[in-house]
């Protein structure tokens, strides 16, 4: 027997690649302005800071529609008090954008800049001792 044939040959199939349908997070159709008034407090206050830097206001961008949530909205419970996300629909496209605001109204672009501030948060509340205050009588 040559080798390559026979059982003996470790010569393994290609594999198939598996053609995947592109899986469409299905999010609740909701209006701005329901989507406003379901914030929370801290919510309305980063809300209103971003109104008030922004240029034209949200939801006011030609041939789109948006949204805005925190973290009260079950998708985005991973969110700190106070950051927003604003989910901004292409019409002609339905492509999805997300806009993430922190309370301070500094927009970010990416989930994984804002994961990424939440680590030096977390890091930076980890770093602080905490104060212990003993009163004697």
């Known amino acids: 027997m040559e080798m390559g044939e026979?059982?003996?040959?470790?010569?393994?199939?290609?594999?198939?690649t598996q053609i995947r349908k592109k899986q469409i997070r299905k999010t609740e159709v909701i209006s701005y302005e329901q989507s406003v008034v379901q914030l929370s407090s801290e919510g309305r206050k980063t809300y209103l800071i971003v109104?008030?830097?922004?240029?034209?206001?949200?939801?006011?961008?030609?041939?789109?529609?948006?949204?805005?949530?925190?973290?009260?909205?079950?998708?985005?419970?991973?969110?700190?008090?106070?950051?927003?996300?604003?989910?901004?629909?292409i019409m002609l496209s339905g492509r999805l954008y997300r806009y993430y605001y922190d309370p301070e109204g500094k927009e970010y672009k990416f989930r994984y800049e804002v994961e990424q501030v939440f680590a030096k948060i977390g890091n930076d509340l980890a770093k602080k001792k905490p104060v212990v205050i003993i009163l004697d009588d």
């Open 6 to 16: 026979g059982s003996s040959s470790k010569v393994q199939p290609k594999r198939r």
């Open 51 to 89: 109104e008030r830097k922004r240029k034209n206001p949200l939801n006011t961008i030609y041939g789109s529609y948006s949204a805005v949530f925190d973290n009260t909205y079950p998708q985005y419970k991973w969110l700190y008090n106070g950051w927003l996300v604003e989910e901004r629909r």
